[in-house]
Structure formats: structure tokens, C-alpha cells
């Protein structure tokens, strides 16, 4: 199945939060869902994004159970920054993450790979974190925050996407100025995007359509 390359307007949108019901709905419709990481940063001891994600797939796929965060993360790096500065003089090898992901999708049905920051994150001088949609051929979910200037964003994004000419879907995650919202930016949803839909009450049909459109 065509995998999904979960991504957003910029960090802490919440990408990892729909990530993990993510992978409980995939279950929900008897699929075994991998997840991947390709990068993560500000790692102390273990990457917690990965480590979090995996916890969550292993409980419905056991084909994941000896698998490390480490195993489903190609690179981590410690400082809290995007992987073109947190690298430092490291490299990051394209062929790896290709390699790693192949390998990872032999122990499922669908490859959740979770990005890093945004779509316009540098990974390194000539890739960016929009370029890996492309490179691991996935259908793209662009997360989208709800405080004040999230239109902006997203609307950037969006262009970015189709720019690239690259398949998406699109969600608002509701969590930051959840009292703000309803007037500020739902307003212009609704009049331009009248099918929009959130994280809270959409992901289901999501993966339900992502599914039939597969068979």
C-alpha cells in the first residue's frame, strides 16, 4: 500500500499525535501499520518520537516486537535544530534512508513515515524535508496548527505540495487556541475549504477512503 508521508506546517503542529491514531485506525481496518522516522533531532539518550511511535505499532503489529527506536530513526542528531544544522559535519546518505525504509516495509502493509519540522525543513544543501515525499513515493497528510496565522501556513504549504505536483490531504490539528478558533480561522475554512476536516473528527474516514482507494 502507498505509504503515508506524514508532515506539516512547521514543528510541533502535531504530527507525531496523528501519527499515533494513525496507526490505531490503520489497525482498526485489520492492516499492519510500520512507522519510520527517517530523522530525528534533539536526541538525548533515545529519539522519544521514535520511541513513542514504535511502542504504539508494536502493540498492533508483532512483526515490529525486536525492533529499537534506533531501528525505525536513520539518523538522529542532539541538537534541537533542522537536520541541515543539527548534522554538523556529518552526512546524510539518501541510500540509507531508502535502504532503511525498503526494509521496513517488508514488516507491514502501510509505512507511516513521520517527518521532521516542515516541508521546507533543510536536510542538507540540495534536499529539503518536501524532497523525501518523492524519494519514498508516498501520498503526503499535511498537519496544520489552529492558532492565529495557521491560514498563512497552510495556505503555503498547499502550494508547495502542488507545486511539486505531489498527492496530499490536508487536517487541522485543534489544540492551540482551541477558544480563538471557531472564529478566527474556521471561518475561511468552511467558506473556501468547505470539506476540511480536523484530526479530532476526520482521521477515521481518512483512512477508511485511503484504503478503498488502494484496493
Given at each position: 500500500?502507498?505509504?503515508?508521508?506524514?508532515?506539516?506546517?512547521?514543528?510541533?503542529?502535531?504530527?507525531?499525535?496523528?501519527?499515533?491514531?494513525?496507526?490505531?485506525?490503520?489497525?482498526?481496518?485489520?492492516?499492519?501499520?510500520?512507522?519510520?522516522?527517517?530523522?530525528?533531532?534533539?536526541?538525548?539518550?533515545?529519539?522519544?518520537?521514535?520511541?513513542?511511535?514504535?511502542?504504539?505499532?508494536?502493540s498492533v503489529n508483532a512483526n515490529l516486537?525486536?525492533?529499537?527506536?534506533?531501528?525505525?530513526?536513520?539518523?538522529?542528531?542532539?541538537?534541537?535544530?533542522?537536520?541541515?544544522?543539527?548534522?554538523?559535519?556529518?552526512?546524510?546518505?539518501?541510500?540509507?534512508?531508502?535502504?532503511?525504509?525498503?526494509?521496513?516495509?517488508?514488516?507491514?502493509?502501510?509505512v507511516l513515515i513521520e517527518g521532521a519540522?516542515?516541508?521546507?525543513?533543510?536536510?542538507?544543501?540540495?534536499?529539503?524535508?518536501?524532497?523525501?515525499?518523492?524519494?519514498?513515493?508516498?501520498?503526503?497528510?499535511?498537519?496544520?496548527?489552529?492558532?492565529?496565522?495557521?491560514?498563512?501556513?497552510?495556505?503555503?504549504?498547499?502550494?508547495?505540495?502542488?507545486?511539486?505536483?505531489?498527492?496530499?490531504?490536508?487536517?487541522?490539528?485543534?489544540?492551540?487556541?482551541?477558544?480563538?478558533?471557531?472564529?478566527?480561522?474556521?471561518?475561511?475554512?468552511?467558506?473556501?475549504?468547505?470539506?476540511?476536516?480536523?484530526?479530532?473528527?476526520?482521521?477515521?474516514?481518512?483512512?477508511?477512503?485511503?484504503?478503498?482507494?488502494?484496493?
Amino acid at each position: 500500500m502507498k505509504p503515508i508521508f506524514i508532515t506539516a506546517t512547521n514543528t510541533d503542529a502535531g504530527k507525531t499525535h496523528t501519527t499515533l491514531q494513525l496507526i490505531e485506525e490503520f489497525s482498526k481496518l485489520g492492516l499492519k501499520p510500520v512507522v519510520y522516522k527517517p530523522i530525528e533531532t534533539g536526541v538525548k539518550d533515545t529519539p522519544s518520537d521514535a520511541k513513542e511511535l514504535l511502542k504504539k505499532a508494536q502493540s498492533v503489529n508483532a512483526n515490529l516486537d525486536s525492533l529499537t527506536p534506533y531501528d525505525i530513526t536513520s539518523y538522529t542528531f542532539t541538537l534541537p535544530a533542522s537536520p541541515y544544522v543539527a548534522k554538523g559535519k556529518k552526512e546524510i546518505d539518501i541510500s540509507k534512508l531508502k535502504s532503511d525504509f525498503e526494509k521496513l516495509s517488508l514488516l507491514g502493509d502501510i509505512v507511516l513515515i513521520e517527518g521532521a519540522g516542515g516541508l521546507m525543513t533543510p536536510i542538507t544543501k540540495e534536499l529539503k524535508m518536501i524532497d523525501l515525499i518523492s524519494i519514498f513515493d508516498a501520498h503526503a497528510l499535511l498537519i496544520t496548527s489552529s492558532h492565529l496565522g495557521s491560514i498563512n501556513d497552510t495556505l503555503l504549504s498547499m502550494e508547495a505540495l502542488q507545486n511539486r505536483q505531489l498527492s496530499f490531504d490536508w487536517c487541522v490539528n485543534v489544540f492551540n487556541d482551541v477558544q480563538t478558533f471557531d472564529f478566527v480561522t474556521k471561518p475561511y475554512y468552511d467558506k473556501e475549504f468547505p470539506t476540511w476536516w480536523s484530526v479530532e473528527n476526520g482521521l477515521a474516514t481518512f483512512t477508511k477512503e485511503y484504503v478503498n482507494k488502494q484496493i
